[in-house]
């Protein structure tokens, strides 16, 4: 018995209407249709997932504390999400700063990636997986050194509509 992904999360939240317009608005996550009356409680679908659900949203209330996790508690620092191309990155990088939820972006060399926050100031990753057969031994011997993330170089260096993670997060189709 073996695990193999991370099949959804649940988040508790202020604001449930707040919390699915900005993961519906900014990062594109689908309400579930028929679950919606749910009463304080709203889950979500990632853009091109086969999944049930990806996010659950659980409201406590507009007097809830700020999560304190990784200051004063133990807890998640954050979630991460994949995104199939470096423009897809890259869009995502201008709407996350449209909406004032841009923390962040770091290359780790064999990802690429964003940092934002939402509502409730939840951290969550955003990253561009690079493909297995891009990987050399410098990509590999500089995942233990994390530098801010030029975007521009790397759509110069991979290409913007490069998919992502083919032989790490996804088994490469052979072509015929």
Not at 11 to 21: C, D, G, I, Q, T
Not at 45 to 68: C, K, M, V, Y
Not at 114 to 133: C, Q, S, T
């Amino acid at each position: 018995m073996a695990i193999h992904r991370l099949n959804h999360a649940v988040l508790y939240v202020r604001n449930v209407e707040r919390s699915v317009a900005f993961y519906h608005d900014v990062l594109g996550f689908v309400p579930i249709e028929g679950m919606a009356g749910l009463r304080g409680a709203a889950f979500l679908r990632a853009p091109g997932s086969t999944n049930d659900h990806d996010l659950g949203l659980f409201e406590i209330g507009d007097t809830a504390s700020a999560s304190g996790a990784g200051r004063s508690t133990v807890g998640l620092y954050h979630l991460a999400w994949e995104v199939d191309t470096l423009r897809d990155l890259q869009d995502l990088s201008g709407r996350l700063a449209d909406a004032g939820a841009l923390v962040g972006a770091s290359d780790h060399s064999t990802t690429k990636s964003l940092y934002g926050h939402d509502p409730d100031g939840l951290e969550f990753e955003i990253a561009w997986i690079v493909p297995a057969d891009r990987l050399d031994a410098a990509a590999l011997a500089g995942r233990a050194n994390i530098r801010p993330l030029e975007l521009g170089a790397e759509i110069a260096r991979y290409g913007a509509d490069t998919p992502g993670g083919i032989g790490i997060s996804r088994v490469a189709v052979p072509v015929d």
